[in-house]
């Protein structure tokens, strides 16, 4: 018997069992466990056990920056999945995505490096298109620089150049929180896309076609869900753009953990084997799933709607198929509903994420899709409880 203290918060009793109706639902953060199923039915074969003496000394000490085994499974991981080019692309790896998102505005807004006039002296302005992952500005900002600055919604932007401005956009592809499959606005000589791509896996996204940008940025995080192991990786078309971001790996945190690249690269080994079925499988089917059942609880809303996302034909299913992305972007339909979140949170106990910190009207709210199968049973059971009150209504 499990004591009650260890049970999930909605839950209770001596054997975990008496859902507590009055608990409250956490849709804010994006853990991926729902992928945690698939690693415990994998347990022996993902575990690694590591001796004492094992790799002791400094990534760069002899110049093995990346292992080599990883990189080599990092790449055949995109073949499986078709969702990147890697041949003759450049690999870095970095602390989470979260890494490599700074390193490649830092190698991308030194004019030498990349197709910008290298006459301009003036910052790059650093652009994304509303509604966007909170971090880029954080960090953009957080870590200021006189090569480049945070300007936000680029559409503004784009109003006033005349080309002749230096820009670095982000493109998030899936997106978060719509999960749409963005393209950048900015195109010429005077422009640098950074893609990131961490959502653009089977699971969470039709594969349409192998992406082919110049920096595209991934993660262990979004790909098997071990967000803790802190593992990203850049796939990148210029060599100096390359080196520039290696070195940032280097200068700002003397390479990355040996202990991190191992794990991830015995967690890549189960994923490839049998050709990466099982696991691409098992995430889009829990996906979809619960696409479907939060689709359905909020069809019948008059109040709260769902961002469209069209289906489309993936590479890797071989088929057309539907959405399954990793967060719902609810939208607050009434006058009065201004602030989505508030309304969630005191009218359903469901705590989301507000449409503010994605620079977008407080009349949306994101919900996470990609937590336990626990915490999303309670979402859509808050979710349906709120709309089945809208029927009581006149
Ligand atoms: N990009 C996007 C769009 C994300 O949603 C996240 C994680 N929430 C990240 C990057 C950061 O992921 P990582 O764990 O690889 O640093």
């Keep these: 018997k499990q004591p009650a203290c260890e049970c999930n918060s909605c839950y209770g009793g001596s054997d975990c069992s008496q859902f507590l109706t009055d608990c409250e639902s956490n849709a804010d953060g994006g853990d991926p466990y729902f992928l945690e199923p698939f690693w415990m039915q994998h347990a022996s074969e993902s575990a690694i056990l590591v001796a004492g003496w094992h790799r002791m000394g400094y990534t760069f000490s002899d110049y093995a920056y990346i292992s080599q085994e ?7 991981v995109h073949d499986i999945a078709g969702n990147a080019v890697t041949q003759g692309r450049y690999i870095v790896i970095g602390a989470g995505s979260t890494h490599l998102l700074n390193a490649a505005v830092k190698a991308l807004s030194f004019s030498s490096t990349s197709s910008f006039n290298s006459s301009s002296s003036s910052p790059a302005s650093v652009v994304v298109s509303i509604p966007f992952y909170a971090l880029y500005e954080a960090q953009t900002e957080y870590f200021r620089s006189v090569d480049y600055k945070f300007e936000g919604d680029g559409s503004l932007l784009q109003n006033i150049t005349d080309g002749t401005k230096r820009v670095i956009e982000f493109v998030t592809a899936p997106n978060n929180p719509d999960g749409k499959l963005n393209k950048a ?3 010429g000589p005077n422009s640098e896309a950074i893609y990131d791509r961490v959502y653009y896996w089977p699971h969470f996204t039709p594969i349409p076609t192998p992406a082919n940008d110049n920096v595209m940025v991934f993660s262990i995080s979004k790909l098997t869900g071990h967000a803790g192991t802190r593992l990203g990786w850049a796939v990148i078309k210029d ?4 080196q520039r971001m290696l070195q940032h790996t280097l200068t700002s945190n003397l390479g990355i953990s040996r202990d991190a690249q191992l794990r991830a690269l015995k967690l890549l080994k189960v994923v490839v084997e049998g050709g990466g079925k099982e696991i691409f499988q098992f995430g889009y089917t829990t996906m979809r799933n619960r696409w479907e059942n939060l689709s359905n609880a909020l069809s019948v809303s008059n109040r709260f709607s769902l961002q469209k996302v069209e289906p489309q034909y993936c590479t890797f299913f071989q088929k057309i198929r539907g959405p399954s992305p990793a967060f719902a972007w609810v939208k607050c339909e009434r006058e009065e509903d201004k602030d989505c979140y508030t309304v ?9 994420r507000s449409g503010s910190v994605f620079g977008a009207e407080d009349r949306y709210v994101r919900l996470a899709l990609i937590r336990s199968q626990d915490d999303f049973d309670i979402l859509l059971y808050r979710l349906n409880q709120l709309v089945s009150k809208e029927d009581a209504q006149p």
């Design 70 to 76: 990883l990189e080599r499974l990092i790449r055949k």
């Design 185 to 187: 606005n900015f195109q």
């Design 239 to 242: 060599e100096e753009v390359y």
């Design 344 to 352: 969630l949170k005191e009218e359903a106990n469901v705590y989301g």
